[in-house]
């Protein structure tokens, strides 16, 4: 198999896992912010859980959005991967890494105690990721610019 392909796979691999944290991470914080406050120690519990699946997903997905970017700058200065169409999908990319960040700072208050919005607006913040990402593999499929 040619050097292309192994890299090509590999940013493909490391986008999925990306993405995949990029899902779940609003759904922990879901989660929390169903939980409960704290008061009983069962809540307490299930909070504390919480918090460490989350934090613990958020490093893994920093992890494998950095492996990315690193094969996707290899596709992009050894394979010659242009177009305007990349510009777009960067765009994309960039938005969904400021969801991800955003998500962070929202774990990191719960896990200090700040309120998180309400469940439902949660859900609502879960799914925009969706419609960018399928933006996101039309644009590499089609590259229509």
Do not use: D
Request: proline content about 4%.
């Amino acid at each position: 198999m040619n050097a292309y392909l192994l890299t090509k796979t590999a940013h493909l691999v490391f986008v999925i896992a990306w993405m995949s944290c990029v899902f779940y991470l609003p759904r922990i914080l879901v989660n929390l912010a169903e939980a409960g406050n704290g008061s009983s120690e069962a809540e307490r519990a299930v909070r504390e859980r919480l918090v460490l699946m989350g934090r613990r997903l958020y490093r893994f997905g920093h992890i494998m959005f950095g492996l990315a970017v690193l094969l996707g700058l290899a596709l992009w200065l050894h394979f010659g991967i242009t177009g305007a169409w990349l510009h777009a999908k960067l765009v994309l990319v960039a938005l969904l890494l400021v969801h991800y960040i955003v998500a962070g700072r929202w774990l990191k208050g719960a896990e200090q105690g700040r309120a998180l919005p309400s469940p439902r607006a949660l859900r609502w913040f879960n799914e925009p990721p969706v419609l960018v990402l399928a933006v996101i593999v039309y644009l590499v499929l089609a590259r229509p610019f």
